[in-house]
């Protein structure tokens, strides 16, 4: 499986903002047995752990075949493998659906007349 890494990708908080897909780096890794979608964990295989690679560089992952964007909250170093622990962020996954609803707001804190 592919899943692409996004080094110190900042957004603020209740944002749909989505990383360039020519800012990460492609890895390849395989889903770690028994995990989930909304929470998966990615094991990197040994070749790129015998490589240069420096999991504290990376704060946030997309994998094309879900096409999900991934918040990284986790490293972990087992066997010889890096575990990889995701949740997912569903604002910059679901950007596109989100832009093309439409509500009718008819209270907001905002806009409060004490």
Request: with cysteine; aromatic share 18%.
């Amino acid at each position: 499986m592919t899943i692409i890494l996004y080094s110190n990708f900042n957004k603020r908080a209740n944002s749909t903002a989505q990383p360039s897909a020519a800012d990460g780096i492609s890895f390849s890794g395989n889903l770690k047995e028994e995990t989930s979608f909304l929470h998966p964990v990615i094991r990197f295989t040994k070749d790129i752990v015998q490589g240069v690679f420096t999991p504290n560089a990376f704060n946030y992952a997309m994998i094309p075949y879900w096409t999900r964007y991934y918040y990284i909250n986790d490293w972990k170093f087992c066997n010889g493998y890096w575990e990889c622990y995701l949740s997912v962020d569903v604002l910059a996954s679901f950007k596109s659906e989100i832009a093309s609803t439409s509500a009718y707001v008819t209270r907001a804190a905002g806009a409060y007349d004490g």
